[in-house]
Every structure is written in C-alpha cells, then in structure tokens.
C-alpha cells in the first residue's frame, strides 16, 4: 500500500495503512544500534526488573513502555535504551505514537517509519473536538498492534515538559484506553515506565521500573497507575544522576 499524507483530514486511510505497515527490521536494528552508539544513555534498574523484563519477553507479553517527555531528543534516547536492555529483542516489533507533524518532511517520515512510528494527531494542535474520531482510530490500531504481539511506546505526557522536570506532567487517558481495547481484543498488556534524566554535556540517565503486571480494569484507574509509576521512575533517574551509580546495560 502507497504511503498516504498523514493529515487529519486523511486519518482514516492513514491509519488503515498503519494497522499493518511493517517496516524493514535489518534497518530498524541497525538504526537503534547508531543512536545506542551516540547517545549512550546510563541505565539502571530497580530491584529485580530486568530478569523480570527478560522474563516477559521470552513470553510474549504484550508490552506498553511509557516514559517521560522532557525534550525533542527524547526518542533517540528511548531507540538507545531499547537497544541497551532486553527491549532489544523486540526492536523491529515495536510501535511509537508520534506526533503528526514529524510525518511532514520525506526524509524525516522515512527514518520515523523505519522506526515503527504511528501518527498522532494532538489536540494541543488541531483542536480536541477535531481531533476526536481521529484520536479514536489511533487507539483502535494500536490495541491491535499491540493485540498481535508488538510492544507499544508513548511519551503519555503528550507534550515536552516545559516546568519542572522532576515532576511528570498531567497523563492523557489515551494510554488506559489503549490498555482496555487490548484487553477486549484477548490480551493482556503489561506497563514499563522508563524514567528519563539529563545533565548537561552528559549521556541521559534511565530508570528502567519493574513491570505493573496487574493493570486496573478501567481507563482512568490505569492512566492513574501510569502517572504513578512513571512518577516513581522518574524520581529513580534522577537519584542515579545525583548518586553517579551505573548498573550494566543489558
């Protein structure tokens, strides 16, 4: 299928063409790889987390991995992180909501979709109202995305955190609604946050949090775990960034 105009009067046929694109997963591997290469973000782990992550994976489980929305540079370092744990090995399978605007350029559509990027048309941008039906088909794609076994990442905040970095943004309810329309599918989907901290002149610090298992059953009590969780990694990149404490990647 044509690679449709990603515009909001567009959404149907956009998001038609993302229920099944696929991209080239050799490329996508080896782009994670280059970004690991430059960004080199510094992870650690909470007690037990990465043998449970490991765990998941081997079988299966149906993955959504939130983390916090400081700067545009953000999804270099969540690509680096991935490549630099055990998200590795779902990196070829993995959706990214991103927002529409990034879909513009050629160039840059072509990296993003290497990527496994999924447009998203943001109120902030167009206007709630406008964007409802649109809003509704890009949960609706990426439950089924994540229903026939991708892991699925979003920046839940929906926008760069222009206050305190420390403290995580209001969380949209997108995220819970997703959660649930996976469940109606048949799956059951997990949550990973990934705290995100920078320093000057400095590779970014990440706090990979033990996966929530058991979600709640409805939209807002899940984003409400979201806001939580994601809160409780942030709070641990930035104690490895004030402790200078490392654990090894993978």
Same mark, same amino acid.
């Given at each position: 299928?044509?690679?449709?105009?990603?515009?909001?009067?567009?959404?149907?046929?956009?998001?038609?063409?993302?229920l099944?694109? @696929?991209?080239?997963?050799?490329?996508? %591997?080896?782009?994670?790889?280059?970004?690991?290469?430059?960004?080199?973000?510094?992870?650690?782990?909470?007690?037990?987390?990465?043998?449970?992550?490991?765990?998941?994976?081997?079988?299966?489980?149906?993955?959504?991995?939130?983390?916090?929305?400081?700067?545009?540079?953000?999804?270099?370092?969540?690509?680096?992180?991935?490549?630099?744990?055990?998200?590795?090995?779902?990196?070829?399978?993995t959706?990214?909501?991103?927002?529409?605007?990034l879909?513009?350029?050629? %160039?840059?559509?072509?990296?993003?979709?290497? +990527?496994?990027?999924?447009?998203?048309?943001?109120?902030?941008?167009?206007? +709630?109202?406008?964007?409802?039906?649109?809003?509704?088909? +890009?949960?609706?794609?990426?439950?089924?995305?994540?229903?026939?076994?991708?892991?699925?990442?979003?920046?839940?905040?929906?926008?760069?955190?222009?206050?305190?970095?420390?403290?995580?943004?209001?969380?949209?309810?997108?995220?819970?609604?997703?959660?649930?329309?996976?469940?109606?599918?048949?799956?059951?989907?997990?949550?990973?946050?990934?705290?995100?901290?920078?320093?000057?002149?400095?590779?970014?610090?990440?706090?990979?949090?033990?996966?929530?298992?058991?979600?709640?059953?409805?939209?807002?009590?899940?984003?409400?775990?979201?806001?939580?969780?994601?809160?409780?990694?942030?709070?641990?990149?930035?104690?490895?960034?004030?402790?200078? @404490?490392?654990?090894?990647?993978?």
């Amino acid at each position: 299928m044509t690679r449709p105009e990603v515009t909001l009067e567009n959404y149907e046929t956009v998001y038609r063409f993302y229920l099944d694109h @696929q991209q080239n997963r050799f490329l996508a %591997s080896a782009a994670y790889a280059a970004l690991a290469a430059r960004f080199r973000p510094q992870i650690r782990y909470a007690d037990g987390a990465r043998r449970q992550l490991q765990d998941l994976l081997r079988a299966g489980t149906r993955l959504i991995v939130v983390a916090n929305h400081l700067t545009d540079r953000d999804q270099y370092t969540l690509a680096a992180t991935a490549w630099r744990t055990p998200l590795r090995r779902a990196i070829g399978r993995t959706r990214v909501l991103a927002k529409d605007e990034l879909f513009v350029d050629p %160039s840059m559509r072509r990296k993003i979709d290497m +990527m496994g990027s999924i447009p998203v048309f943001r109120g902030k941008d167009h206007g +709630m109202r406008a964007v409802a039906d649109a809003g509704r088909a +890009m949960m609706d794609v990426s439950a089924e995305r994540l229903h026939r076994g991708d892991v699925l990442a979003i920046f839940p905040e929906g926008t760069c955190n222009d206050g305190d970095p420390a403290i995580v943004q209001r969380i949209n309810s997108g995220v819970g609604h997703i959660a649930v329309k996976a469940r109606k599918l048949g799956s059951e989907p997990t949550l990973l946050s990934l705290g995100i901290s920078y320093r000057p002149d400095a590779p970014a610090d990440v706090f990979v949090s033990c996966p929530v298992v058991d979600l709640p059953a409805t939209p807002m009590a899940i984003t409400r775990v979201v806001a939580a969780d994601l809160q409780a990694a942030v709070d641990g990149a930035i104690a490895v960034r004030s402790s200078g @404490q490392r654990t090894p990647s993978r």
